[in-house]
């Protein structure tokens, strides 16, 4: 796969982290009186502000800010078990070794995502977006295109890991090459991907000059 930049989610994708998402809107689903089930088959890939709208539908502005506040909180305090994908730190090591832009497209805040970052030993990514930085969150393009364009590279030219559907349709309409990392939580679809991925382990990049590279399996 030949490509100049590299655009990474976060949740799933780069940290294990996915159990404790789903065990943390567990709580707030059992809380709130809705099915656990239900909001867990929706929320992968999608902004908790995306999920407290989907389900909280007749909510004040207010409201909906407060829930938020609560789970970002909780989520940002509570990092200790949250661990990085196998050979993940040492790919994204390689790619600054390389000199490949890279950056991290994810639904979390800047302060969840910042403190997953710092808890699973990550190099600062060139660049960041968050659910800060977006109108529109995934399964829309909008985060891939903003990360594309914070790296100065065209999407088609990027390439796109990411573990959820939602994620995987919003990289694909941005035009990027889709690899897919794969976790207990994966589910079928029908996406086309270049290649799937259980780790980091094993890839193989290489420079081809004037910005060029390409990985391999």
């Known amino acids: 796969m030949h490509f100049r930049g590299a655009l990474f989610d976060l949740d799933g994708t780069l940290v294990n982290s996915l159990d404790f998402v789903e065990r943390s ?17 929706y929320l992968h890939g999608k902004t908790a ?24 909180a909780y989520e940002v305090e509570n990092v200790a078990g949250i661990t990085a994908v196998t050979g993940a730190v040492e790919f994204l090591t ?50 891939f295109l903003t990360g594309a364009a914070r790296l100065g590279i065209p999407a088609v030219e990027c390439l796109a890991f990411e573990d959820s559907v939602a994620g995987l349709t919003a990289a694909r309409d941005a035009g990027c090459q889709l690899v897919e990392v794969l976790t ?34």
Not at 54 to 72: K, M, N, P, Q, Y
Not at 96 to 114: C, D, K, N, Q
């Open 49 to 72: 502000m995306n999920t407290l709208r989907h389900f909280l539908c007749t909510a004040s502005e207010a409201t909906l800010e407060a829930e938020f506040r609560r789970l970002e």
């Open 184 to 217: 207990p939580q994966s589910v079928a679809h029908n996406i086309a991907v270049r290649c799937t991925l259980n780790h980091y382990q094993n890839l193989v990049v290489s420079h081809h000059g004037e910005g060029h590279f390409s990985l391999s399996l």
């Open 94 to 143: 390689r790619l600054e070794s390389l000199g490949v832009p890279w950056g991290i497209v994810t639904s979390g805040s800047y302060r969840v995502a910042s403190a997953r970052i710092r808890q699973a030993g990550f190099p600062s990514p060139g660049v960041l977006v968050t659910s800060e930085d977006i109108q529109v969150g995934k399964p829309h393009p909008e985060p």
């Open 25 to 41: 809107w567990e709580a707030w689903s059992q809380q709130k009186g809705l099915d656990v089930l239900e909001v867990r088959a």
